[in-house]
């Protein structure tokens, strides 16, 4: 694999205590395990952040494979072109010019109104880890819809999703769901109401239902063991894990 990116960059995407290198192992394995990824196939990462999918990928597909990746921040998209596209040819980096408040400063475009840079049908597998974790409804129904379009027949969508459902409260006992994400939407909850992407938790019943819409079909059973953000943090503060509700959802067009 080629060297991690710096840690001030790391920073930005997650806790510095989620393991980089082993958390992208994780989830390439999960892709090749679960969902029948092969070196030969043509990759989309959806909010590839600086690449934690991207280099265990690079070591991964072969020369018939290829991948392609964006980001609404350039400079973890600078960092990907520049240390794995350079060496890895069938890897491309993009920025979406696409307004979020994570800290992206595109005002012209917003997520409900972007089309991917791609033509129909290009795509074995599509990934987004934690990206619909900064979406509200309106985006994550446009790139669920762009993600049917851009994705080959038979091709699968492996995202992950902070998800809540009735059973919620008992399931995570130590800590609630309205501390965590306090502002109540009906259908998904927001950590801060003034920054609507910081932090998105999605009813489990509106995502269903969404994916249903567009036109994609859930394998069940959600994933949770196959989020990276669930299985490799560490105990934190009083005793349990970080981000509980974190959960990977695995679907085919319909
Ligand atoms: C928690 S990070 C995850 C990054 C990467 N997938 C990973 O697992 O390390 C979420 C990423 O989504 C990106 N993002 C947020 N809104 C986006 C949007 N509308 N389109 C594309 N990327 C977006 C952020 O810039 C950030 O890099």
């Not at 009906?186 to 269903?208: F, H, T």
């Not at 969404?210 to 299985?231: C, H, M, N």
């Amino acid at each position: 694999m080629s060297h991690l990116p710096p840690r001030r960059i790391r920073k930005g995407i997650s806790p510095l205590w989620f393991d980089f290198a082993d958390t992208g192992e994780d989830q390439l394995q999960f892709l090749v395990e679960l969902c029948g990824l092969q070196p030969s196939h043509r990759v989309l990462d959806i909010g590839c952040g600086v690449g934690r999918l991207a280099l265990p990928l690079s070591g991964y597909l072969n020369d018939k494979g290829a991948y392609e990746g964006f980001d609404v921040l350039d400079h973890m998209v600078d960092w990907c072109k520049q240390n794995i596209g350079s060496r890895h040819p069938n890897f491309q980096f993009r920025t979406a010019a696409v307004a979020s408040t994570t800290g992206s400063t595109f005002p012209e475009q917003t997520a409900a109104d972007y089309r991917f840079p791609y033509e129909d049908n290009s795509f074995d597998l599509a990934y987004a880890g934690s990206l619909f974790t900064h979406l509200t409804p309106a985006g994550t129904e446009n790139y669920l819809a762009e993600v049917l379009r851009t994705l080959r027949p038979g091709g699968v969508l492996v995202a992950t999703f902070n998800l809540y459902n009735a059973e919620s409260h008992q399931r995570f006992p130590g800590r609630r769901l309205e501390e965590i994400w306090p502002h109540d939407h009906g259908a998904y909850r927001l950590k801060e109401e003034d920054s609507p992407e910081s932090s998105v938790a999605y009813d489990e019943i509106y995502l269903r239902k969404a994916y249903e819409k567009v036109g994609l079909t859930i394998l069940e059973p959600f994933r949770p063991d196959a989020s990276y953000s669930a299985i490799r943090a560490p105990k934190h503060g009083n005793g349990a894990p970080h981000l509980w509700y974190t959960t990977c959802v695995i679907a085919v067009p319909a």
